[in-house]
């Protein structure tokens, strides 16, 4: 456990600036929108609206806007991490090699399971956790905001958007950034690039043979699956937290990432090092 705990330390001070980044982005954000409505309410000018409430108009319960409004504004949160994400899981298993150093860690007294585990909890999963932290801080805020815009405190229906949001991340780190960590052992350099044009290429070999064969053979279209994976997040018909959960669909996104961890740890642990 020591030995893990060292490992991720060391991943998070090698990439530190990366994963300040999302949260920076979006106390920003948030900073200007608070600026804006204390500037609005100071100056009292009726022609200035920063309202983060409008979703809630199309709800009778005001409590479900709150929710469908929380769950939106998380969606901002998701796309800042996830952009950290593209960043960091691609280079998981090969930053070392691209900087010459790999042959210095595999030489450390540590497995290599458990080098390649601290890898990925640090470049797939800990974006999780940065969800979350801000996640609470964007909730209080909504619901602050709530109280004066919508004349009610729904703390509770902000939290449960924001979990759908959570686990939607959850679910984006499991199948793509899963992927993205196979990607990283499998190429040296721009792992995501050939990793994405490799898929095309067998998109592209589906859709010949299913011409060839004049759609008698219907394949799968390999990014319509992973997409799938992720569930349906719609905002005019929101999910519950149970749904997003208790999906078969869940249980394979953890059962694909499961096996882009094993893939790429084997080839990570036998591919060749250059001293």
């Known amino acids: 456990m020591a030995h893990l705990i060292t490992l991720l330390k060391t991943e998070y001070l090698k990439r530190k600036k990366t994963y300040w980044t999302p949260v920076w982005i979006i106390a920003g954000i948030m900073g200007g929108v608070i600026l804006l409505g204390l500037i609005a309410s100071w100056t009292h000018k009726v022609d200035v609206q920063v309202n983060m409430m409008d979703l809630s108009m199309f709800f009778e319960d005001m409590g479900k806007g709150m929710y469908v409004n929380a769950m939106g504004t998380m969606m901002l949160v998701v796309f800042a991490f996830s952009i950290s994400l593209l960043i960091n899981a691609p280079t998981s298993l090969s930053k070392e090699k691209q900087l010459g150093c790999d042959l210095f860690y595999r030489c450390q ?72 960590f196979l990607f990283s052992a499998i190429f ?40 799938s994976l992720l569930g349906d997040v719609n905002l005019n018909d929101p999910p519950g937290l149970g749904k997003m959960i208790w999906d078969v669909k869940f249980l394979i996104s953890i059962l694909f990432a499961g096996l882009c961890y094993t893939g790429g740890s084997l080839i990570y642990k036998y591919q060749r090092t250059e001293a």
Not at 146 to 173: D, E, I, N, R, T
Not at 196 to 224: C, G, H, K, W
């Open 109 to 180: 007294p540590i497995n290599i399971w458990l080098n390649t585990a601290g890898k990925y909890i640090m470049h797939v999963l800990s974006g999780v956790l940065g969800v979350i932290v801000v996640g609470f801080i964007v909730t209080f805020i909504l619901t602050i905001a709530s109280a004066k815009a919508m004349g009610g405190f729904y703390l509770g229906a902000a939290l449960s958007g924001m979990f759908v949001a959570v686990v939607l991340y959850f679910k984006v780190c499991l199948v793509f950034g899963s992927l993205f």
């Open 188 to 227: 040296k350099n721009s792992a995501i690039v050939k990793g994405l044009i490799t898929m095309a290429l067998i998109d592209f070999v589906f859709y010949l043979i299913e011409q060839i064969f004049r759609n008698t053979i219907d394949l799968p279209s390999i990014y319509q699956l992973l997409t």
